[in-house]
């Protein structure tokens, strides 16, 4: 038998109060169900894959902004996870993205954008972790599909709380010195999980 058994997460970030919006989507199918065409056709243009070489601008940031005390921006990325089980063996998919269209700055200035890239770079680092975790995995024929969610809820957690230390101990970039104590931190975490980074 082959299954596909997918999440979907995201989060939305604010400066002045780092709230998330958890939309986990699961669902598992046996392959001979054809999905349907706009399920599988996401617009490219409203979605960014992480990319080393490839920085956010502030024209990335489509949706208009919201006025929320001092709130100055907000970004959304997906952490997705996909696999599929047959014979035994597991095959996966993981994508990190960032959302255009849920997505704005009403301040927009380079410090600023800084402190929203370090949001999508720490997505990556658990898109990394995620791939570690499910790579690692030894297959249990009854017990997978426990364990698979498993991993995932536990990278989705700790993701959770180190963008939340990212902007308590910053005051959501308004600490400049500790925002740059924190890029350091991210460039570094990315460099440890460089090996993972394949997905």
Known sequence: MHFIFSFKISFKVYLST???????????????????????????????KWNESRK??????????????????????H??????VSNGKITYKIDCQFEKNRSWGLVKNDWILKHEQGHFDIAEIFARKLNKGVGEYQFNKTTFQKDLTAIYKSVVEGKEKFQQQYDDEKDYSRNKTKQEEWLKKIESELKQNKSWAGY
């Open 18 to 48: 780092c709230r998330y919006y958890l939309a986990m989507k699961r669902s598992f199918l046996v392959t001979a169900f054809i999905f349907p065409l706009l399920l599988l056709l996401e617009l490219e243009e409203d979605f960014i």
């Open 56 to 77: 956010l601008t502030w024209n990335d940031f489509k949706a208009a902004p919201l006025k929320m005390g001092s709130t100055a921006a907000m970004t959304t990325t």
């Open 79 to 84: 952490l997705g996870f996909s696999y599929n």
